[in-house]
């Protein structure tokens, strides 16, 4: 075949494409154009199919071939969506109350009066030091004290043949004598290692026999009646989280389970590593259910704030930003819109729209400002009447 007539066929076959595009796909003579097919082609494409239309088409099919240059469209009406309604944030348990008990002396246990999981209260004697030294040092303070007391009352009935400063002296050793029985006193109940608020005995890792010091932790006392949670929440509900607000928590250890609480304390700065805002929750637990120490997965909502939602298809860009195309009246408007929130199934946007507003999700690529457009659901319904 010589190349005059493989140039020929292949020009013919293009044009045959380009017949079959403009007579199947609507819309697809500006596609064309914009591609850079000639206009005397295309009109000449076209006035071909017009002809071959046939001159018996009813005023129906007439309408609907003179309205093929109008862009066909697809449209859904603007929802309403909420942000920065709910949070959801991972925090940690611990007591109400927690308390590691230490002895207020140096010695030796002489005694454990407790067992990990009792229950005690406040002032109870959890274990005893060895007090022999104690005890003597009362029994001196006792005597010192009966010698001083008889020699102030002796001087008090003969003050009149002693001085007068005789008899204060006297009076001042009775009063050290008293002071010196409270310090032996003292001392000796600091032997005794007393709860300091009721609360549940953890593990005890001291035994009989040990010596401890004033730095030695000997049980450690938690108060479970209440759980505080501590976590930490975004930067932008800092002026969102109360005080005494509601929240909700739930525990790995115990799923299925919604404990409620309120919002105990919330910090009074945002950390500036990680920009969250520390708060602490209080969760009640009547029933000894959570312990110190759990996770927790917390979750408060809010009011939150209202955005137009259109579909994530509707959104176009350009030089100047975002936008996305309103139909009112048939035609077709261009309205600038800033990004909120992206959704998998919409987006939320800042922007002069109103719930209900039409707004262009599909054919998008004609539409122009001002200009007219069809919706698909017409069109439907014209192919239905020419069908007729």
């Known amino acids: 075949m010589t190349a005059w007539k493989q140039l020929s066929l292949s020009f013919f076959l293009l044009v045959a494409g380009i017949a079959a595009v403009v007579a199947f796909v609507p819309g697809a003579t500006g596609l064309l154009q914009k591609a850079g097919v000639p206009e005397r082609l295309l009109a000449a494409i076209t006035r071909d199919e017009d002809a071959g239309a046939g001159k018996g088409g009813d005023a129906a099919g007439d309408g609907a071939r003179r309205g093929q240059n109008i862009p066909l469209v697809v449209t859904e009406?603007?929802?309403?969506?909420?942000?920065?309604?709910?949070?959801?944030?991972?925090?940690?348990?611990?007591?109400?109350?927690?308390?590691?008990?230490?002895?207020?002396?140096?010695?030796?246990?002489?005694?454990?009066?407790?067992?990990?999981?009792?229950?005690?209260?406040?002032?109870?004697?959890?274990?005893?030091?060895?007090?022999?030294?104690?005890?003597?040092?009362?029994?001196?303070?006792?005597?010192?004290?009966k010698s001083a007391a008889e020699k102030a009352q002796l001087y008090h009935?003969?003050?009149?043949?002693?001085?007068?400063?005789?008899?204060?002296?006297?009076?001042?050793?009775?009063?050290?004598?008293?002071?010196?029985?409270?310090?032996?006193?003292?001392?000796l109940s600091r032997r005794n290692i007393v709860a300091p608020i009721d609360g549940i005995v953890g593990i005890v890792p001291v035994v009989i026999g040990?010596?401890?010091?004033?730095?030695?932790n000997i049980v450690t006392l938690d108060d479970r009646s209440e759980i505080l949670v501590d976590y930490w929440v975004p930067e932008r509900f800092a002026n969102t989280v109360k005080v005494a607000q509601p929240l909700e928590a739930t525990s790995v250890a115990l799923p299925g389970r919604v404990f409620s609480g309120v919002v105990e304390a919330v910090d009074n700065r945002v950390d500036g590593a990680s920009?969250?805002?520390?708060?602490?929750?209080?969760?009640?637990?009547?029933?000894?259910?959570?312990?110190?120490?759990?996770?927790?997965?917390?979750?408060?909502?809010?009011?939150?704030?209202?955005?137009?939602?259109?579909?994530?298809?509707a959104v176009q860009w350009d030089g100047a930003g975002a936008h996305v195309w309103r139909v009112v009246g048939g035609k077709s408007s261009k309205v600038r819109v800033s990004i909120v929130q992206r959704n998998p199934d919409a987006v939320l946007v800042r922007g002069d729209l109103r719930n209900g507003d039409l707004i262009v999700v599909e054919g998008l690529q004609r539409v122009t400002e001002g200009g007219e457009v069809r919706f698909a659901r017409d069109v439907a319904e014209t192919r239905e009447v020419i069908t007729q």
């Open 77 to 145: 009406p603007v929802a309403s969506g909420i942000v920065n309604d709910r949070l959801s944030a991972i925090g940690t348990g611990d007591a109400i109350r927690s308390v590691a008990v230490m002895p207020q002396a140096t010695g030796t246990i002489r005694e454990i009066l407790i067992k990990s999981g009792d229950r005690v209260r406040q002032g109870q004697v959890l274990a005893r030091l060895d007090d022999d030294e104690q005890v003597i040092a009362r029994g001196q303070a006792e005597v010192a004290l």
């Open 157 to 187: 009935n003969i003050k009149s043949s002693v001085s007068r400063m005789d008899v204060f002296d006297a009076e001042i050793a009775e009063q050290g004598a008293k002071l010196a029985l409270q310090s032996a006193e003292l001392a």
């Open 210 to 216: 040990d010596n401890v010091t004033t730095t030695s």
């Open 275 to 313: 920009r969250t805002l520390r708060v602490r929750g209080r969760i009640d637990n009547p029933s000894d259910e959570l312990r110190a120490g759990m996770s927790f997965n917390v979750g408060m909502r809010f009011a939150g704030e209202s955005y137009p939602s259109v579909d994530p298809l």
